[in-house]
C-alpha cells in the first residue's frame, strides 16, 4: 500500500546536536508538511512545501530547515538542537487536487524527538 | 492568520451516548474544516470533512456541522463506542493559504 514513512522513529540527542529527521512518500503527492505536536497545542506546521522547487514556512519556523530532495522525500533538520524541541513530530502528504478542491493530507507514523 | 480554539479539552462520557466537539475560528476566508482522529500512539487520520458551501454533512455515527455566521463548526459522534476513545483535531484552511491551522484538541474517553 502507498504509504507515507519516517525516520527515525525515536531519537534522544543532546543540547546544540544537528539533528536530521526524514520523510519519504509513495502515494505520489506533491504537497508535503511537517508539523510539531505538544500535549495541548495540537499541530503546528513548522515548514511546507508544494512541489520540489517550493519551500514555504510554516507557523513555527525558527530554528528549523527543510530540504526537498525529490518529489518523495522531505527532511526536517534541527541545526542546534535544543531542549523545546523536545516533541513528537508528524510528516503529512497531499495531492495537488483539481479546481480548488481541499485534499486530505496523509500523515506518517511520527517521530519522537528528545533534546536532553 | 487563522486561529482555530476546540473545546473541550477532554470529555467523557459513557458508551452509548452522544459527543459534541465544538470549534470556532477567526478568519472569514476560510473554507475548509476537516475533522482528525488520532487514537493512542498512532498517526492522525481524517475521519469527516465539509466544505464552506455546505452546513452539515453525515457519515454513519458521525456528523459535522458548520455555522459561518458564527465562525464555528461541531463534530456530533452518536452512540459512542469504546474504539471511539481518541484525540479528536479540528482545523481550518482558507483557500488562499493552502494550509491547515489545527485546534489544540480534545480527548475523548468513552466509558464502558
Known amino acids: 500500500d502507498a504509504d507515507v514513512t519516517q525516520t527515525p522513529r525515536n531519537r534522544i540527542t543532546k543540547t546544540g546536536k544537528r539533528i536530521m529527521l526524514e520523510c519519504s512518500q509513495t502515494?505520489?503527492?506533491?504537497?508535503m508538511y511537517w508539523y510539531r505536536q505538544d500535549p495541548g497545542l495540537g499541530l503546528r506546521l513548522i515548514y511546507y512545501s508544494f512541489d520540489v522547487k517550493d519551500i514555504n514556512k510554516g507557523e513555527i519556523s525558527d530554528g528549523y530547515s527543510v530540504s526537498r530532495q525529490a518529489q518523495a522525500k522531505f527532511s526536517l533538520s534541527l541545526e542546534s538542537a535544543i531542549p523545546n524541541q523536545t516533541a513528537l513530530y508528524f510528516c503529512?502528504?497531499?495531492?495537488?487536487?483539481?479546481?480548488?478542491?481541499?485534499?486530505?493530507?496523509?500523515f506518517g507514523p511520527g517521530t519522537r524527538l528528545t533534546v536532553l | 492568520g487563522e486561529n482555530v480554539e476546540q473545546h473541550p479539552s477532554t470529555l467523557s462520557v459513557q458508551e452509548g451516548d452522544s459527543a459534541v466537539i465544538k470549534c470556532t475560528y477567526s478568519?472569514?476566508?476560510?473554507?475548509?474544516f476537516p475533522w482528525y482522529k488520532q487514537e493512542l500512539g498512532k498517526r492522525p487520520q481524517l475521519i469527516i470533512d465539509?466544505?464552506?458551501?455546505?452546513g452539515e454533512k453525515k457519515d454513519q455515527r458521525i456528523a459535522v456541522t458548520l455555522n459561518k455566521t458564527a465562525k464555528h463548526f461541531s463534530l456530533h459522534i452518536t452512540e459512542t463506542q469504546p474504539e471511539d476513545s481518541a484525540v479528536y483535531f479540528c482545523a481550518a484552511r482558507a483557500e488562499y493559504g493552502n494550509k491547515l491551522v489545527f485546534g489544540a484538541g480534545t480527548i475523548l474517553r468513552v466509558k464502558s
Open positions: 478568519d472569514s476566508a476560510s473554507n475548509y
Open positions: 503529512a502528504t497531499s495531492d495537488r487536487g483539481t479546481s480548488g478542491r481541499n485534499n486530505e493530507q496523509f
Open positions: 465539509i466544505r464552506s458551501n455546505v
Open positions: 502515494k505520489g503527492h506533491d504537497r
